[in-house]
């Protein structure tokens, strides 16, 4: 299905990305739903794109491969040799760990790789690493100098990541809010599911506020961010405005009747609890606010939002 358009970036933001054409650019995370996005607005400016894979997916004539993961020192000196600017936007996300090998994947992949690239990254390369809004954990809404505090496994780990980038020069962090698009993963395609079924769980009558956005929103504020190099080194990437739970269900069920199940906060919360797992993490994703500040992003770089969120979750009804 082809990506929306609604808006057209700005002129400025149009001319800020064309400082990235011709510019040797290593790229980690390809093969996955961002990194893929990320690859294709880099080829459309006219980068030279080098990506780390290690699936064997396929990749436009264009684009030079290093076979290899992030443990692979041989061939992430092979993917970042020349390289200009490095987006590394690769890492262990979208599951739950059931033991303590799996939690400790969640760095040694995060945390660990990260650690690794930087390692052999040439002195005079750029640096951008994708974080997430999970080193905050819950609330909001938060401003990037606010103090982290992640619940998850997922989180802590991308925190730790993100000590090693910053402790370099000219080295940037991205912290996207929840963000989506066709086949993207994620909390969002299970309520659409739940929705296409007719049922909304209408917890303390939707009035959760999520900072999410189209993936095309993130794609543009990191090529940005990496085009112009500001002087803040940390950046929360959203839209401006947060979205209530309600917002979002009637955006995904559009004319679709949807029954609304009234659930209670506290029992729901206990319940969480109880059962853990996957069922305790969507729980949660009903009943906290994630908020994220983006003042620092759009005062930094001409970013406009071309695909509103509300928007575009209308794509994921099915």
Do not use: W
């Not at 990194?35 to 400016?45: C, D, M, Y």
């Not at 993963?185 to 009035?207: E, H, K, M, T, Y």
């Amino acid at each position: 299905m082809r990506e929306l358009r609604v808006r057209e970036r700005s002129k400025a933001g149009a001319t800020l990305l064309e400082e990235l054409k011709g510019r040797r650019v290593a790229l980690t995370g390809a093969s996955g739903f961002l990194g893929r996005h990320v690859l294709t607005a880099l080829l459309e400016i006219g980068a030279e794109v080098r990506v780390l894979s290690r699936s064997g997916a396929p990749f436009p004539d264009a684009v030079s491969v290093s076979a290899g993961g992030l443990s692979d020192v041989d061939a992430l000196r092979e993917l970042v040799r020349d390289a200009e600017l490095v987006i590394h936007a690769a890492g262990l996300a979208h599951r739950r760990p059931r033991t303590i090998e799996e939690e400790r994947a969640f760095f040694t992949v995060n945390a660990t790789g990260t650690e690794t690239l930087l390692r052999v990254t040439p002195a005079a390369a750029r640096f951008l690493y994708v974080s997430s809004s999970s080193v905050y954990g819950p609330g909001g809404p938060f401003r990037e100098g606010d103090a982290l505090a992640p619940r998850t496994a997922y989180g802590r780990s991308k925190e730790l990541a993100e000590e090693h980038v910053l402790a370099r020069p000219d080295a940037y962090v991205a912290r996207p809010s929840m963000f989506f698009g066709d086949g993207a993963p994620g909390n969002l395609a299970r309520l659409a599911s739940l929705i296409q079924r007719g049922v909304f769980p209408s917890v303390a009558s939707g009035r959760a506020a999520k900072s999410m956005c189209h993936v095309s929103t993130v794609v543009d504020a990191l090529l940005m961010i990496a085009a112009k190099a500001p002087d803040q080194r940390t950046f929360n990437v959203s839209e401006p405005r947060p979205i209530s739970m309600r917002e979002i269900a009637d955006a995904l069920a559009g004319d679709r009747r949807v029954v609304r199940v009234p659930l209670p906060e506290r029992p729901l919360r206990v319940a969480g609890k109880l059962v853990g797992g996957r069922v305790s993490e969507l729980i949660r994703s009903f009943c906290d606010d994630a908020v994220l500040s983006t003042d620092a992003l759009f005062s930094a770089v001409p970013l406009v939002v071309q695909v509103p969120a509300l928007h575009a979750a209308g794509r994921l009804r099915g």
